[in-house]
């Protein structure tokens, strides 16, 4: 199951960008390494404190704990105007990215399949239909089996940097932000920290979960993205959009390439719709604290908060509008969540810290091995990407801070609120 969270469709779009912000095809092959070690050590931070604190709030709670509701209540307002919803329209311009080498709709075609996917999933959700547990999962292992396919046809036919470079392509930015996009192809991660509650054994299996979720995770990321180098080479990976079609295409053919395209398609499809279908209760809850009736209302027809979705819904379209203007959609919404995101997983690292001074006597039915050290080395993870992601991006890093600045408002407004509904002590 943590293999299954962790793997998305960023895989096969984050190669790219990762390859424009590298030197060297072994800084390419390094920079997924450590992106597997990050990954291993913020899912183990992650795992005490739910343990520990177990709660449908996940982070919400951590922070509130250790930092104060001010704080959480930003956190709040930062998931559901930039975290969230920028995560949606990132994965809608994947979606853009690869349905537009299918069937081009000119220079604005990605955004424009972008819009058409967000419009429909909205809609969807709206009326009632709701995506069913079994299919995602097994939608998870057809993700996993493209992988394996696009790494044995990479390996088995491709040849050795056999695409053409382009003249005068090299590369840019820095390693920082490189890892930045690297991260964000492993992320889910904080998310399968919280199986911890469904193991039988917190303490002897938890660490086994977690070494052997992110060893298989980072080998395939690896070996793929080296069947990647093995076909396109470095200089044919930064110019390629759609990486998995291309490599597929030169292996295969042109059929070939428009199945893993339209599986690609799909699978963006898929988590646009879950995370809408997620998303969107965040909202709602956020409603029912703060006395928000047209925020929290449910709706009987189709069972779902139906304000709530469309709320989240439109801040992502206009989103999706802000990407359309820059020069890539998928790199200004990362742009535009990485600060914040990042910000906010240092802050949890801190309350980690936090919360074994404060609260020694707190059962831990899992500790993180080697602490201090694990969470001080996250928190100085968290704080290196957080810095790349603001020194090396576009003006989109500086669009979601200042979003997020205009929420310290919405946090004033919301402590002088009394909550309609008493959380039950966890």
Not at 126 to 154: D, E, M, P, R
């Amino acid at each position: 199951m943590m293999v299954g969270i962790i793997i998305g469709i960023g895989i096969f779009r984050t190669p790219q960008l990762v390859a424009l912000n590298v030197g060297s095809e072994t800084a390419f092959v390094l920079a997924w390494v450590l992106g597997g070690v990050a990954t291993l050590i913020g899912a183990l931070v992650y795992a005490e404190l739910a343990a520990a604190y177990p709660s449908t709030g996940g982070e919400y709670r951590f922070l509130e704990r250790a930092l104060g509701r001010p704080v959480a209540l930003l956190f709040a307002w930062a998931r559901t105007t930039v975290i969230q919803t920028g995560a949606i329209a990132a994965v809608a311009f994947v979606l853009g990215d690869y349905a537009q080498s299918l069937f081009s709709l000119g220079d604005y075609g990605p955004a424009i399949y972008a819009a058409i996917g967000l419009l429909v999933l909205t809609a969807v959700n709206i009326y009632g239909t709701y995506q069913s547990k079994t299919a995602q999962n097994l939608f998870s292992f057809v993700l996993i089996g493209c992988l394996v396919a696009i790494i044995a046809v990479g390996f088995i036919f491709g040849g050795p940097g056999t695409a053409p470079v382009a003249a005068g392509s090299g590369a840019g930015g820095a390693f920082g932000l490189a890892m930045v996009f690297v991260l964000l192809t492993y992320g889910g991660w904080n998310e399968a920290a919280y199986l911890s509650a469904d193991v039988r054994d917190v303490r002897r299996d938890m660490f086994r979960i977690l070494m052997l979720g992110t060893a298989i995770v980072t080998v395939l990321y690896v070996v793929i993205n080296l069947a990647f180098l093995h076909v396109l080479g470095l200089d044919g990976l930064r110019k390629s959009s759609a990486i998995a079609a291309d490599v597929m295409r030169m292996g295969l053919g042109d059929s070939a390439a428009t199945v893993v395209s339209l599986i690609v398609c799909v699978a963006a499809l898929s988590t646009i719709n879950a995370s809408i279908f997620t998303g969107a209760r965040l909202y709602h809850a956020l409603g029912d604290d703060l006395a928000l009736s047209k925020l929290s209302s449910w709706s009987d027809t189709g069972n779902n908060p139906r304000n709530a979705i469309l709320m989240q819904s439109a801040i992502a379209f206009g989103l999706v509008i802000l990407g359309a203007l820059a020069r890539d959609g998928f790199t200004a919404m990362v742009e535009y969540t990485a600060p914040v995101f990042w910000s906010f997983l240092l802050l949890v690292g801190v309350s980690a810290i936090v919360l074994r001074q404060r609260d020694p006597g707190r059962d831990r039915p899992f500790k993180v091995p080697l602490y201090p050290l694990a969470p001080v080395l996250f928190c100085l993870i968290c704080a290196y990407l957080l810095y790349s992601s603001l020194v090396y991006t576009g003006a989109g890093a500086f669009v979601g801070v200042g979003v997020l600045l205009v929420g310290v408002p919405f946090v004033a407004y919301a402590l002088r609120q009394r909550p309609k509904r008493v959380v039950p002590a966890e």
